[in-house]
């Protein structure tokens, strides 16, 4: 069990890591709408 949430913790990391430096690139790039869509991914909001 322990390792079970070890595993999902360590994917839910790499996961908000990558979503941070897709957001920094896309930002770099000056597209404005790919900060906000990866920044939807980032924090997975679905309020509406």
């Known amino acids: 069990m322990d390792t079970l ?3 999902g913790s360590a994917a839910a ?4 890591t990558y979503a941070l ?5 896309a930002q770099m ?8 869509a990866y920044m939807h991914e980032f924090y997975l909001s679905r309020r509406r």
């Open 5 to 7: 949430v070890a595993l």
């Open 29 to 36: 790039r000056g597209n404005m709408d790919g900060v906000m």
């Open 21 to 25: 430096f897709a957001m920094t690139d």
């Open 13 to 16: 990391f790499v996961y908000s």
